[in-house]
C-alpha cells in the first residue's frame, strides 16, 4: 500500500520542521550525547544506508544495463543509455502505461477530492451523528487498499455484478466494464473515488479552522450561501486542499494492486489498466528485464520530483496561509 | 460526539429551516449507503450458491450457504489456516521492527544532539515522499544475492527494512510526538544522574506510548493489506500471506470459485474490521494529527 506522509496542514504555528528547531546552536553537544545519538539513530542509518541507498545506488548502475536475474552481477552488459532510449522512442506499451497512470490520475483524484470537499462541507454543517458518518466514510479508505477489495470491486462491475443489476433498475442493458478496454480502468477510479473518506477527515479537521467571524462578516456584506464558499471557505481551505492534492496525486501514481487484480497482472484488457507500476512490475518480475525496469523506476521518481516541485512552486499563486503564516 | 462541538459555522447562525436538515440528513444516508453497499454485497454474495450468484442480484441469498467458507479455506493445496498464520506472523513482527527502531531513531532525533543531525533529518524527511516502488527491483536483487529471497526464512526480505526504520513515516510521527514531551523531565532525570539511555528508558519510553499504539495499529493494518511487497518477495505456496493467496483464486477463473473466493476475501477484511471497530476514534484522530491516509 502506498503510505503518504506530511506533517499536519490544519495545525498551525508548528510549521518547522527542524528537531528541536529552538534549541538549535546553543553550542556544545553535551559528554556522550554524540555517541548515544549515532547509537540510536543506527538502525535507521543501517536501514537508509543498505534498504535505501545501495538499491537506489544499485538501481541507477542497472539502469544503464541489460542485466536480468538470470546472468550474474559480474557478467553484466553495460549498454549506456539504450534503455532510456528504448524507453522514450522504442516502447509503445511504456507510452501507453504513462498515459493510462496519467488519466487515471488527472480524472480520479480531483473527483475523489471534490467528493472528499462535498461530504465534509455537508458533515460540518450537520450538528448530530457526526462521529458515526465520519468513522463510515472513512472505513473505505482502510478496507480499500485490499486484494480483497479489488476481487469484490472487479466482480462488482463484471456482468452479473451488483452495477448491472443497479442499472437494470432503470432498464439500462449494462455489459461486462471490467472486461471492456474503454471502461476498465474507469471502474479503478470509481474504486479511487469510493475511498474518499481519508482527505474528507483531514478537509473536515481543516473546516473547523475556519473562523466563525468571516462567515459573519461576509453575511453581514451581503454575501449569500455560494459566496461564502467561494470567497471565504475556499481560500482558508487552501492549505488543506493544496496538501491533499499532493498527497492523493503521488498516491494515484502509484496504483498498482486494483490493476493487478483486475487484470490478473497483465494489465489489460488490451494494456487499458496497464498502470506505471504494472508495467514495471511485469517488466523486471514477469520478463525479467530488470536493467529496463530499473530505468523504467528511475524515470519514474524523477517524474515524481518533478510533479512536487511544480506543486509547491505553484502553490505559492493560489495557497493562502492566514495570520502572517506566508513563508 | 456532542452537539456544539462539531458545528462551528452554522451554530452561531440563526437557525436554518428544519427541512433543509432533513435534506442533509437524506443525502448523508444515500452516501452511506452507496459507501456500504459493496461491503454488504461482498458478505451476501459469500453465502450464496454458485447458481445464485450469476442469477440472484439481490443483496441476499434465497438459499443461505455458508459452505463456501469451508470450500474455501480448502480450496488449495495449502489451507487458509497457514496464510492466516503467516499474514499475521508478518504482520506482528512487522509492528515489533517499527516500534522498536522508530522510537530508537525518533528519540536520537527529537531529544539528542550529535553531528550531521540537521542533514540525516533532512534525509530522513526527504525519503517520506519516496515511492517504494522505485526500490523493488534493487532490494529483490540485493535479498536474492543474499540468499534471503525463498530461503529457509521467507520473510526476512519483508522484515528486515522494518526493523530499520525505514517506515520514515513514524519515525516523524514519534518525533513530533516527542517534541510534546516536556524538557523538564529530561533535566530532571537528568539531575538524577541519568544518562541518554537512562533518560530514554525512565522518561520518553513510558510516555511514548500513544505514539506507540498509533505506530502498531497502523503497522498492522498496512502491512496485512499489502500486496506489493509480498507478492514479488514470496514464492513458496505454503509461504503465502493471505493477499496473495487470494489473487489464486483470480488465476484458477473457474466459474465455481466465486463464492469460496469472496468468502475468503470477507475473512482477510475482517482483522481490519476488528481494528476499525475497536480504534475507530482514533484512526480518525491518527490521520487528523499526523495526516496519514489508510
Known amino acids: 500500500m502506498a503510505l503518504t506522509t506530511a506533517p499536519d496542514p490544519t495545525r498551525r504555528g508548528t510549521g518547522s520542521v527542524r528537531p528541536d528547531a529552538n534549541r538549535r546552536g546553543t553550542g556544545r553537544i553535551r559528554h556522550g550525547e554524540g555517541l548515544a545519538g549515532y547509537v540510536f539513530l543506527s538502525p535507521w542509518l543501517i ?11 544499485l538501481s541507477l548502475y542497472l539502469s544503464f544495463t541489460d542485466y536480468d536475474i538470470l546472468t550474474p552481477l559480474s557478467e553484466v552488459e553495460w549498454v549506456g543509455l539504450a534503455n532510456y532510449e528504448r524507453m522514450f522512442t522504442g516502447d509503445p506499451s511504456w507510452w501507453h502505461s504513462v498515459r493510462v497512470t496519467l488519466s487515471f490520475a488527472l480524472i480520479a483524484v480531483p473527483l475523489k477530492l471534490a467528493a472528499a ?5 455537508l458533515l460540518n454543517r450537520a450538528w ?106 475556499l481560500p482558508m481551505l487552501s492549505p488543506v486542499i493544496f496538501f491533499n492534492l499532493v498527497l492523493e496525486t503521488i498516491n494515484g501514481f502509484q496504483g498498482f494492486t486494483a490493476a493487478f487484480v483486475l487484470s490478473n497482472g497483465t494489465g489489460g484488457p488490451v494494456d487499458s489498466t496497464l498502470m506505471y507500476t504494472l508495467n514495471l512490475y511485469i517488466t523486471g518480475f514477469t520478463d525479467l528485464e530488470m536493467g529496463y525496469a530499473s530505468a523504467m523506476a528511475w524515470v519514474f521518481l524523477i517524474a515524481i520530483a518533478i510533479i512536487t516541485v511544480v506543486f509547491f512552486s505553484t502553490g505559492r499563486f493560489w495557497v493562502h496561509y492566514s495570520d502572517g503564516e506566508d513563508r | 460526539m456532542v452537539a456544539g462541538t462539531v458545528a462551528p459555522p452554522g451554530a452561531t447562525r440563526p437557525q436554518r429551516p428544519r427541512s433543509r436538515s432533513w435534506l442533509r440528513l437524506v443525502v448523508l444516508l444515500a452516501i452511506v449507503a452507496v459507501v456500504l453497499y459493496p461491503l454488504f454485497w461482498m458478505i451476501g454474495t459469500s453465502v450464496k450458491s454458485q447458481e445464485e450468484i450469476v442469477n440472484n442480484i439481490g443483496l441476499l441469498p434465497r438459499d443461505f450457504t455458508p459452505g463456501n467458507y469451508l470450500d474455501g479455506w480448502t480450496n488449495f493445496d495449502v489451507s487458509f489456516a497457514r496464510f492466516f498464520l503467516n499474514s499475521a506472523l508478518v504482520s506482528l513482527l512487522t509492528v ?102 537512562g533518560i530514554f528508558r525512565h522518561v520518553i519510553l513510558p510516555l511514548s506510548r500513544p505514539a506507540l499504539v498509533t505506530t502498531a495499529i497502523f503497522s498492522f493494518i498496512w502491512t496485512w493489506n499489502d500486496f506489493f511487497r509480498q507478492l514479488v518477495f514470496l514464492s513458496d505456496l505454503s509461504d503465502y500471506t493471505v493477499p496473495v493467496a487470494l489473487t489464486l483464486f483470480i488465476d484458477s477463473t473457474s466459474q465455481s470459485a466465486v463464492g469460496p473466493m469472496f468468502a475468503m476475501a470477507v475473512l482477510s477484511l475482517l482483522p481490519v474490521f476488528g481494528f476499525f471497530v475497536a480504534f475507530q476514534r482514533m484512526l480518525v484522530e491518527g490521520i487528523n494529527t499526523s495526516g496519514l491516509k489508510g
Not at chain 1, 470537499?117 to 462541507?121: I, K
Not at chain 2, 517504494?132 to 527494512?161: A, C, D, K, N, S
Not at chain 2, 517506515?167 to 529530561?186: K, S
Request: hydrophobic share 55%; glycine share 10%; net charge neutral.
Open chain 1, 47 to 57: 536501514g537508509l544506508m543498505g534498504i535505501t541507498a545501495l538499491p537506489m545506488l
Open chain 1, 128 to 233: 448530530r451523528g457526526v462521529g458515526l458518518f465520519r468513522g463510515l466514510f472513512y472505513l473505505p479508505s482502510l478496507l480499500g487498499g485490499s486484494v480483497a477489495l479489488a476481487i469484490v470491486w472487479v466482480n462488482m462491475f463484471n456482468r452479473e455484478g451488483a452495477f448491472n443489476s443497479f442499472l437494470a433498475l432503470f432498464g439500462i442493458q449494462g455489459k461486462p466494464w471490467v472486461n471492456d478496454p474503454d471502461w476498465a480502468l474507469e471502474t479503478l477510479m470509481v474504486l479511487a473515488i469510493w475511498q474518499f473518506g481519508a482527505p474528507m477527515v483531514i478537509f473536515l479537521a481543516g473546516l473547523k479552522q475556519v473562523p466563525t467571524e468571516l462567515y459573519e462578516a461576509a453575511s453581514v456584506d451581503g454575501a449569500g450561501r455560494f459566496r461564502q464558499f467561494v470567497n471565504v471557505t
Open chain 1, 117 to 121: 470537499l462535498g461530504v465534509a462541507l
Open chain 2, 96 to 197: 515489533v521492527g517499527n516500534a522498536v527502531s522508530c522510537l530508537l531513531a525518533a528519540y536520537a532525533f527529537a531529544r539528542l544532539r550529535f553531528r550531521l543531525r540537521g542533514l540525516w533529518f533532512a534525509v530522513m524527511i526527504g525519503t517520506l515522499l519516496l515511492p517504494g516502488h522505485v526500490l523493488i527491483v534493487p532490494q529483490y536483487i540485493l535479498f536474492r544475492t543474499l540468499g534471503l529471497v525463498g530461503g529457509e526464512w521467507p520473510y526476512l526480505p519483508l522484515l528486515i527494512p522494518q526493523f530499520l526504520a525505514t517506515e520514515a513515516f513514524f519515525v516523524f510521527l514519534m518525533v513530533q510526538f516527542m517534541r510534546g514531551i516536556p524538557r523538564e523531565l529530561d533535566e530532571a532525570a537528568r539531575i538524577d544522574g541519568a544518562n541518554a539511555f
